[in-house]
């Protein structure tokens, strides 16, 4: 891991919740947030405090005992955070309603994404950490390779006819449009969307079989939030074999695609996700032609 760069000027970094000023380069960092953690692991900043749980597989060093645990994705542990004396405290999303708390403990972030522009929010916020640890060159270059891989899948896209998002969770389902925490699939990676106006609740709209065959998409996206934070609920491709969506042209064409529900739905805006999610979708259009 290479050191943080020698900076003598403070700088004022902005954030969804106002500005931060960093007297200096922070070297005691925690975080809160998987997006930042997996984007500050993959240029090789070191982190001293993680989450104490859903870490995911490709993060799995984390869960080492060399590195504090503060807290959940949703509640510090104060009194940890507070003996750790940190320099730079990240929150984000879940995290993000204890933001005024942290930050009388030590310069706090938000590094939130917006559900209205998440690519764009999740590239800054990854230009924002690379200001901060001197890592720019390296951020610039992942978001380039994501840019360019964007265009390629927006190619594929429009031959790919409609698509439809699903969650699955406890038996349930709900579906997400265009303006909502998965809609970067369709602002972004241009899929075209088969339910023009869906709730944007945080948890999705809820949804019938009779719906998704109403909707009859030409591709249904799935991700299984039971899988993704380790509940033993039943499998999302078990609750979708059911007559009804087996008449939709999604089904019929085999083109129902099991989204990375770790990626997807914990960790969001890391560029090593972004990347892999890309990848994935078009991994899964490719499949297709």
């Known amino acids: 891991m290479s050191p943080a760069p020698s900076r003598a000027e403070p700088i004022t970094i902005t954030h969804a919740q106002g500005e931060t000023v960093l007297p200096a380069p922070p070297k005691t960092v925690l975080t809160l947030d998987l997006a930042s953690l997996e984007t500050l692991d993959a240029v090789g900043v070191e982190v001293t405090g993680v989450v104490s749980s859903h870490i995911p597989a490709h993060l799995s060093k984390y869960k080492d005992s060399k590195y504090l645990k503060i807290g959940t994705l949703f509640e510090p542990d104060y ?3 507070n003996a750790a004396a940190p320099d730079l405290i990240i929150v984000a999303g879940r995290s993000s309603p204890k933001y005024k708390e942290l930050s009388r403990i030590a310069p706090t972030i938000d590094l939130s994404t917006d559900e209205n522009a998440f690519l764009a929010t999740a590239f800054r916020n990854a230009r924002t950490l690379g200001r901060i640890f001197g890592k720019e060159s390296e951020i610039e270059a992942r978001i380039g390779k994501i840019e360019t891989a964007i265009q390629a899948v927006r190619e594929k896209s429009r031959g790919a006819g409609r698509g439809l998002i699903i969650l699955t969770t406890g ?3 709900s ?3 265009p303006r909502s925490r998965f809609g970067t699939l369709h602002t972004d990676f241009g899929i075209t969307p088969a339910v023009d106006a869906l709730d944007r609740a945080v948890h999705g709209q809820g949804i019938s079989f009779e719906l998704i065959l109403k909707a009859n998409p030409d591709w249904l996206f799935v991700i299984d939030r039971d899988a993704a934070i380790g509940l033993a609920g039943q499998p999302a491709a078990q ?6 969506v087996a008449r939709t042209n999604a089904w019929q064409k085999g083109h129902v695609a099991y989204l990375d529900p770790v990626r997807w739905y914990l960790v969001g805006g890391g560029l090593v996700s972004l990347q892999a999610n890309i ?3 078009t991994h899964a259009l490719d499949a297709t032609h």
């Open 239 to 244: 609750l979708l074999d059911n007559p009804l």
């Open 279 to 281: 990848d994935q979708i």
């Open 79 to 81: 009194e940890t955070i």
């Open 175 to 177: 579906a997400y449009g």
């Open 171 to 173: 038996g349930r389902m």
